[in-house]
């Protein structure tokens, strides 16, 4: 996009809007010297900052006045995204109802619904998903809006999202879920909310560029206990995993005690070795996590009676 250098007049027609000033708006318009969707070197129009800032009664005389929604700055995006990046609804809506494409999407391919699910504005995602957006949108590296949702904890668009038909297992790129990235960030009520959606429980992030985890894992290796224990009622895997660790170790790794025990309850086997041939004991002990290293000495005490005992 090649913009021309802004004009003085243009400069005061960008900050009238910006600042929501729509007489001095209107004024710089009857001159006649400045365009209605004149460009500063961004690309930004008037009404993509009348959008940004929430100003209604700019956005409204602009768009009177010819301007054009579908325009983009070099980025892509429009004024829509600006309003729902913003939370401005009724801006939202005078955009739609003037032509706005709803799931136009900047360069990296975030749409307007994208960036309303990110930003935590259930109003306008409502709106978008009532209008038709696309729930299963997705950005260049394929993060979805339940994805964005889940991974900002907001529990009400991730459920608006699955009603609305969201793709529950859809993945990044790199293989993170929705339900991979809700169970590292330790949301365990959206954690709850993906299970009983039938999330895949074992989703392993890319092992070849990754860390090759599944969500118990990071749970584990989180200390989020609420969240583990609401993963170990699918029964995931406990065994060591593509990137030769087991949750256990995980947990045992970084001291995290609730889970180690959560773990150990359901049955992980202590005595299990990673891929440098160390225990979960062993690892406790090498990081001073003294009470994680108290308890599976115990742990592991109790398995080789047992052992000698059958």
């Known amino acids: 996009m090649s913009l021309k250098k802004e004009s003085r007049t243009d400069a005061q027609f960008h900050l009238a809007a910006l600042r929501g000033d729509v007489d001095k708006l209107k004024r710089i318009l009857d001159t006649g010297k400045v365009h209605v969707d004149s460009r500063d070197r ?3 129009t008037p009404l ?36 729902a990046q913003g939370g401005f609804l009724d801006v939202a809506q005078i955009l739609l109802e003037s032509g706005a494409e709803i799931d136009s999407p900047s360069i990296d391919g975030g749409t307007p619904l994208f960036v309303a699910c990110q930003c935590g504005h259930l109003d ?23 994805f964005i949702a889940s991974q900002n904890g ?12 969201a793709w529950c297992d859809a993945a990044r790129t790199d293989g993170a879920s929705a339900l991979w990235i809700a ?11 993906l299970c009983r959606h039938g999330a895949k429980i074992d989703q392993i992030r890319n092992v070849h560029t990754y860390d090759g985890a599944t969500p118990l894992f990071k ?38 005690l609730g889970c180690v025990k959560l773990l150990v309850g359901a049955g992980s086997n202590v005595m299990q070795k990673n891929q440098s041939g ?10 001073r996590k003294k009470q994680v ?18």
Do not use: W
Request: aromatic content about 6%.
């Open 124 to 146: 306008i995602v409502k709106e978008f998903l009532k209008r038709g957006a696309n729930a299963n949108s997705c950005m260049k590296d394929k993060a979805t809006p339940l």
């Open 183 to 193: 169970s590292q960030m330790g949301y365990d009520h959206i954690v709850k909310l």
């Open 278 to 287: 160390l225990t979960p004991y062993q690892l406790a002990v090498s990081n």
């Open 42 to 44: 961004d690309g930004t």
């Open 219 to 256: 749970a584990s290796h989180k200390g989020h206990s609420a969240v583990v224990a609401e993963l170990l009622k699918y029964k995931p895997n406990l065994g060591l995993l593509p990137n030769g660790e087991s949750a256990l170790h995980g947990a045992a790794l970084f001291g995290n």
């Open 48 to 83: 993509i900052l009348a959008a940004a800032t929430g100003h209604i009664d700019c956005a409204k005389e602009l768009l009177e006045q010819g301007a054009d929604p579908a325009a983009r700055r070099i980025t892509g995006t429009t004024a829509l995204f600006f309003a």
């Open 154 to 165: 907001h529990f009400e668009i991730v459920q608006l999202l699955l009603k609305s038909g």
């Open 293 to 310: 290293m108290s308890y599976l000495h115990n742990m592991d005490m109790a398995e080789i009676v047992q052992k000698e005992i059958t």
